[in-house]
């Protein structure tokens, strides 16, 4: 009887243990079926324009203004905005007021790639690329609205197609503004300007509007020209309403002419190396955000000019004289020999869709 029931214990085990086996065989039969159905139907994509795209870049922006001018404002936004369209992959690292480099050294450091992004004024680049000297001209522009219709046509492409340095590109113009003439005694005369020095850009085309005024003129870093001024090494200087105002440079000026003589904006830069490095997608984030911020700029620092001016009237710490039309054209016609000193050097494209711009503008409509 106990010999009985001890065989049918045994028997029951090894019918359980059968079980246990055939369980775990079928279940590793369907695992590697499910595994090599997923490895034939589902193959891994491969997606070129997303390569690299969980890599943060870090693009270093440098300039030599202050944070507050139409320049340091408009870098500042730019960067906000390639952070939005980017999700934060690409960071636009901003050093303002030449903590970087200065405005004599931030293009070779842009060439090789010890910065990323500059945006030196015009007269700065005139001398490596000949045709934006039109820029310089004495009154060759009367307005924004003359500057924006220059830019978004054919003698904008010109200009950028004329930046033609190995490993720079060229992206976009930002507006500063018009320039005023300030000194220490009055500029309303033409005959005012003799043996003045003046601090200029190093630009050939404002140093011979200065000669051709009796000037002297002498190239320096802007971020010098508080102390040469307040040291009497140079007479005078022309800048935008924005620049002379958060520089302060009307405490070491006594006289400011509000003469719109002649435009200062800033080419936006950024190392070709770097710009070839960037995938598909982020490029055209950063090409979206340069737009808007160059239409934000251009109404932005008019403004901001405006404000200026009323500011320094407001403190009363210098003279302002407002240019009237008849000294204006005094002042145009001592500087036209300017014109055809530098016509030829500019080139003929370029003068030619310039003066159809003009003739446009200021016909009567």
């Not at 500057?147 to 060229?170: H, P, T, Y």
Request: glycine content about 6%; charged content about 25%; hydrophobic content about 40%.
């Amino acid at each position: 009887m106990i010999r009985i029931q001890v065989w049918k214990k045994g028997e029951n085990e090894v019918k359980s243990l059968g079980w246990l086996v055939i369980f775990l065989l079928v279940g590793m039969a369907i695992s590697v079926a499910i595994g090599f159905s997923f490895s034939v139907e589902e193959p891994v994509r491969y997606d070129a324009e997303q390569e690299g795209l969980d890599q943060k870049v870090v693009i270093r922006f440098s300039h030599v203004v202050a944070e507050n001018t139409p320049k340091g404002l408009a870098v500042a936004k730019f960067a906000q905005l390639v952070r939005e369209k980017t999700d934060g992959m690409v960071e636009i690292r901003v050093y303002p007021n030449a903590t970087l480099f200065d405005d004599e050294n931030e293009f070779n450091a842009l060439q090789s790639g010890k910065v990323e992004m500059i945006a030196p004024a015009t007269s700065r680049l005139s001398s490596r690329y000949p045709a934006w000297m039109i820029m310089d001209l004495p009154y060759a522009f009367e307005n924004e609205r003359e500057v924006s219709k220059a830019m978004d046509g054919r003698l904008g492409q010109l200009l950028f197609e004329a930046i033609n340095d190995e490993n720079v590109k060229g992206l976009a113009l930002w507006d500063n503004g018009f320039k005023q003439m300030t000194a220490g005694c009055p500029l309303v005369s033409v005959n005012d300007f003799r043996g003045l020095h003046f601090r200029i850009m190093p630009s050939p085309v404002l140093h011979a509007q200065f000669k051709t005024l009796g000037a002297s003129p002498e190239s320096y870093s802007f971020n010098d020209l508080y102390r040469q001024l307040e040291g009497g090494s140079v007479q005078g200087q022309e800048n935008t309403l924005s620049n002379i105002y958060s520089k302060r440079l009307y405490q070491v000026q006594r006289y400011m002419t509000v003469s719109n003589h002649g435009y200062l904006g800033y080419i936006v830069l950024i190392n070709k190396t770097t710009w070839d490095t960037l995938s598909g997608t982020q490029q055209k984030a950063i090409e979206s955000a340069m737009t808007e911020t160059t239409a934000w700029i251009r109404q932005y620092a008019k403004q901001m000019n405006d404000r200026a001016l009323a500011e320094m009237k407001e403190k009363n710490s210098i003279h302002i004289h407002m240019q009237t039309n008849e000294e204006k054209e005094a002042w145009k016609k001592q500087l036209n020999p300017v014109y055809y000193q530098f016509k030829d050097v500019i080139g003929e494209p370029v003068i030619t869709e310039w003066k159809k711009l003009i003739a446009t503008e200021r016909s009567p409509h």
